[in-house]
């Protein structure tokens, strides 16, 4: 019985380990960090704990760092430093020679704020129901702290995160199919579509520096752009970038695509545009369009945060005018959580809507 006990004690302490691992890459807010460390720790950042930061956390793991990465790891520095300062534990000597290192090494934050980050994807165990200890996708993504950036589109939103989630979760979904998003910005979703088998995967964006940022996040995870122009490229796999503005999208630009699956994540929002993206989407899912070339029907998955509720409900509202059915299916979906060690990521604030166009 002993034994069962300190072994899962020891398998739930390498698990939090982890998870302050991966944290450390993913960019986490300080606090989110520090309760991590202290769990791991078992009530305190033990000297085991503060051990494994230095050799195992920190930008020196990732493809590629900014000044606001170092200063970043300065900032979790100090505070752990002051943390076990505080409590009863010895402070390692390592803690104060990385601190060293990062203050000689970094200047001040730049004043573009990029940052790198890694977002490690867990697989689900077997049973769909929960995550395991192994990483299933990691992606590198080069976004901006800053919110509003690129028009939102360089920085990183929850409903991209949960709609990857659905992705890696269900890839029997999206393999084989054509799928087609429309607001991509840093281009999550699209790198978790290229590593389930889509067949062509097309992102797009109406912000110029939100798709030449996307490009260099496809770029840095080591996917093509363009492949048709070298047909020997060992990349099977072709993703396109695309300018796409929703109020400038042409019907003939949309027909074109024939897309099988429709993606969007956190693009419901603005009330201007929701009448040209309502627009988009009625095309996108058009099936009768295409004369004998039928296909079957091409549905759509939106993952949105309802920020505010008038603004969701005139989407129906305008949505339900164009013929397009939207059925909130965030609970019949089994989505397991993959990111659980980003616990400033509230998954429960995502729905996942599916959309396609009623026959008349
Ligand atoms: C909140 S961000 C979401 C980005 C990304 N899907 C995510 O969830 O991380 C909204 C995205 O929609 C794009 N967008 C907003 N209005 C648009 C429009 N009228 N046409 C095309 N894209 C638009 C923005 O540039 C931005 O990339």
Known sequence: METDGNGSMEESRSKLLLYLKLAFLAMEPSNCLLSLAIEAGGGCITQQVQNFIVKECFAKNMKETTMNNQAYIKGILKKVIANVES??????????????????????????????????????DLDGKDCSNSVNLVAALRCSSNMLEGDTGCSLWPSSLFLSEVILSHPEMFSNKSCFEVGS????????????????????????????????????????????????????????????????????????????????????????????????????????????????????????????????????????????????????????????????YDRSSVHLLRVSLLSE
């Open 87 to 124: 409590s009863s534990v010895c402070a390692e000597d390592c803690l104060y020679e990385e601190l060293a290192h990062y203050l000689t090494i970094g200047g001040p934050p730049e004043e573009n704020n990029i940052i790198y980050r890694e977002i490690s994807f867990l697989s689900s």
């Open 185 to 344: 910005g840093v281009g999550l979703v699209g790198i978790a579509l290229s590593h389930v088998g889509a067949s062509k995967v097309t992102l797009t964006d109406g912000d110029m520096s939100s798709l030449a940022n996307m490009k260099a996040n496809l770029e840095l995870n080591k996917l093509c752009l363009d492949v048709a122009s070298d047909p020997m490229h060992p990349c099977a796999q072709k993703v396109e970038c695309r300018h796409l503005a929703w109020e400038l999208a042409s019907k003939a630009e949309l027909q074109d695509q024939r897309p099988d699956i429709v993606l969007g994540a956190d693009i419901i929002y603005n009330p201007e545009c929701i009448p040209d993206l309502v627009r988009v989407f009625s095309i996108l899912l058009d099936n009768d369009s295409f004369g004998e070339d039928k296909r079957e029907a091409p549905s759509a998955y939106i993952a949105t945060v309802i920020r505010n509720l008038d603004t969701f409900n005139y989407f129906l509202t305008v949505a339900g005018k164009s013929m397009l059915s939207v059925v909130d299916v965030t609970a019949k979906t089994q989505v397991p959580n993959l990111l659980p060690y980003m616990r400033s």
